[in-house]
């Protein structure tokens, strides 16, 4: 038996849904927040760490103890809301990491702000403005400062590791003399750079567009069993193209334009507008998602970051013959071989 069988690659669907909300359905449809591990054997790598993603590990049957590394695509909410918890609660079960942390691998600070929306009257006054756009290892560490009563009663009382002895957090550095700038062109034309590797996988990663913020990342995870991508949140972007080309299993995100347009359809209103606008010029439509798995020679394509995330299966299925090889809409927990 080759090593590659015996590690069996495949990819867990822990949380299938996009946006900072608890969607609500009629059709009995429950999605958890954005979360997926990709498994190699009994160790596995967490991409993003949307809501639940502690509770859909253990439904999953994945031991924290096995988490090789987590990496996060961007920084907004719905990727990140429960990377503290799932450092806090996960205390426990990782006392023996201590001398092996867990690294956490994300966008660095973006530097400056965004630009501020055309359709504001006035710019709004941002949040936090000496730090207002802290990178993933600034973020980590704000969040375990934010719950420093906690964590002091246990690490003096209980005697417990600090988080900050368990996971290691930094920040992706993006490679010089791509033109590269959060503002004029968060998306330059590029090639794949890789950003970890260990013994089971080596990961990659490019810059995808999903304005205003940036950095954000597309990843491939290279495994001797077969490769997958991951699109992150972004609008059609050719570099995803670059990054998925000839990758057997490829998880792209999906947004349900007419469900924006029913939302915002019949409001005028500054922020309502400027929501919408949000959506087209970040988020992919099945349509586009098939079409780049098609154009990168994909052998498998994924949907999940649905929005929203409480439509049924048939509304990401309209456009599935655009895609000539396997198509799926996970559900929650669902298991994607690598290599079918």
Known sequence: MTLSKQ??????????AGGPKWWKSRAGVR???????????????????????GGQLSHAGL???????????????????DLAGLAIFGLYEMLERTDDPVPIIGPGNRGMLPIASPRAAIPPTPLAPNSPTPGTREM???LMAAHATDLNDRIIDSLRPSPLELFNASDIEIPGGIGYHPNDCPTPTMEPFDIYEDDLVTVSAILVEHPPIAPAFGFRFETEGGS???SGDT????????????????????IDFDWVEAVYANKADAASRASRDHHYKSHTSVRDAAKLASEAGAGQLALHHLVPGSAPDATWQQDADLFAGPFHVPNDLDSIRLRP
């Open 7 to 16: 590690l069996r690659p495949r990819v867990v669907a822990l949380g299938t």
């Open 31 to 53: 999605r958890a927040g954005i979360a997926t591990a990709v498994v190699v054997g009994e160790k596995f790598y967490l991409v993003d760490c949307g809501r639940g993603v």
């Open 140 to 142: 980590f560490e704000l």
């Open 63 to 81: 031991d924290l103890a096995n988490m090789r590394g987590i990496f996060l695509t961007h920084l907004h909410s719905d990727h990140t809301v």
């Open 228 to 230: 997958v991508t991951f």
């Open 235 to 254: 609008t059609y972007t050719p570099n995803m193209a670059t990054l998925a080309r000839g990758t057997d299993l490829l998880f792209h995100e999906a």
